[in-house]
């Protein structure tokens, strides 16, 4: 097991990069690498500061290492999906009775998860098998 800096050092350039990646560079992200979560099977938080582009993430120290990059691209990821829920909550919150309101809006985060959690696992495959330019090319060109 590597020392907590070295950990550190692993998250915040995983961070970094993927934040490079996803087109995010404008926010300005606090890594908590301390973090202990709950429940224990969660590994990372992002708490987000509305509007101003900043943002808190919160990695578990009992995340293991080879699943840094997930949890990483994973919390990422909601900053992209931000908006659209904050959209959709306030619109359900004026549209529907507090109780009626609660049962979709659990639904539709159990949603948001499940597609983040996919997608996260999607970007990491991509990654591991980089794509040749040309065969890109050729994709690009059959789809026109
Ligand atoms: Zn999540």
Redesign the pocket.
């Known amino acids: 097991m590597k020392d907590v800096k070295d950990r550190n050092a692993v998250i915040e350039d995983t961070l970094e990069y993927w934040q490079k990646i996803l087109r995010l560079s404008e926010w300005k992200i606090e890594t908590i690498t301390n973090a202990h979560l709950h429940p224990k099977e969660k590994w990372?938080?992002?708490k987000i500061f509305d509007n101003i582009f900043r943002a808190e993430m919160h990695i578990s120290t009992l995340c293991p290492e080879e699943d840094i990059q997930e949890v990483v691209i994973?919390?990422l990821?909601?900053l992209l999906t931000f908006p659209i829920r904050q959209f959709f909550y306030k619109t359900l919150q004026e549209l529907t009775r507090p109780q009626e309101g609660k049962i979709i809006a659990d639904e539709v985060t159990a949603k948001?998860?499940k597609l983040?959690?996919n997608l996260a696992l999607s970007f990491l495959e991509m990654k591991k098998q980089r794509i040749p330019k040309d065969e890109i090319a050729e994709v690009i060109k059959r789809q026109k």
Do not use: N
């Open positions: 990372g938080e992002i994973h919390e990821l909601h948001d998860e983040l959690g």
